[in-house]
């Protein structure tokens, strides 16, 4: 499945046009989609790198993944080039970019990646979202310009920057009241299998109730009036009090022992 949320993604139909025009593109010649025969030296080409590298783009949530499998296409499409003209004329052949564009279109419809603007979509918010983040001035981003200046690898520039943002991630959740019935739920830094479910709406509904952000009483009663302070009647349980009951409730809420059934996750659940 493509980890990508079709809610916020492309317009309706636009995939169904993009796998429209890949079929069109593949059913033409390839003189017509501006492609340059010579490149191939009078041969065929064998494009399973690239289209595979296409093709899984859409089994990575994390878009530093996304652009690794991305630039390894355009590689392999470059390889294949060098190499063709290598092995058949003797020499390696270069393209600029009037030369690759053409090819690189011909490989995407042979991958028939039609999700490929949800894909460059995805990896955008994201990409904004870190921005955003860098200009916090986050302890996490600092790490990773840190650790990039320091000339470290990729792989440990972002261990570096994964560390740091976990250390923050646990430090802000621990002291945010309003996420304790998260962090009963939530034993580690990771994806949750519930992202996983197919049906937008149920993924929605699952993360509101984590994230205490419904309509549950033990939240809006908070605000259920302007005039006082909320009490424990505000926050008490509709489905297992009648109106009638509630009413009679606030009669005994004064009492030393007085404990209604709060309408919480935990009751809920």
């Known amino acids: 499945s493509s980890g990508i949320n ?14 429209s025009s890949m ?35 859409p089994n990575h ?8 499998r991305l630039l390894a296409a355009v590689n392999a499409i470059y390889t294949i080039i060098r190499d063709q ?12 970019a009037d030369e690759f ?41 600092n790490v990773w310009k ?10 440990q520039c972002t261990n570096k920057a994964t560390d740091a943002f976990v250390s923050e991630w646990e430090l802000k959740r621990s002291t945010q009241s309003k996420l304790r019935f998260y ?12 992202l996983e479910i197919d049906d937008v709406n149920s993924k929605k509904s699952i993360a509101r109730l984590r994230a205490s952000a419904h309509d549950l009483r033990v939240e809006t009663g908070r605000y259920a009036t302007k005039t006082k302070s909320p009490t424990a009647i505000d926050k008490t ?9 509630l009413e009679a409730l606030k009669d005994l809420e004064g009492l030393p022992h007085f404990d209604p059934i709060l309408e919480s996750e935990e009751h809920v659940v």
């Open 6 to 19: 079709a809610e916020w993604s492309l317009r309706p139909g636009e995939c169904e046009k993009l796998r």
């Open 23 to 57: 079929t069109i593109a593949l059913s033409k010649p390839q003189e017509e989609l501006g492609i340059n025969k010579d490149l191939f030296c009078g041969h065929e080409v064998d494009w399973t790198v690239p289209v595979q590298c296409l093709q899984d783009l």
């Open 61 to 68: 949530h994390s878009p530093i993944k996304k652009l690794e």
């Open 85 to 96: 003209n290598l092995e058949y004329t003797g020499k390696p052949r270069s393209m600029g």
């Open 101 to 141: 564009l053409p090819l690189f279109i011909y490989v995407l419809a042979l991958s028939g990646l039609s999700t490929a603007g949800q894909e460059v979509m995805y990896t955008s918010l994201v990409r904004n979202a870190f921005l955003e983040q860098k200009s916090l001035n986050l302890e996490w981003c």
């Open 146 to 155: 840190n650790a990039a200046d320091a000339s470290l690898s990729p792989e």
């Open 183 to 194: 962090n009963t739920l939530k034993e580690r830094f990771g994806i949750e299998r519930y």
């Open 237 to 245: 349980c509709r489905f297992c009090c009648q109106p009638n009951d």
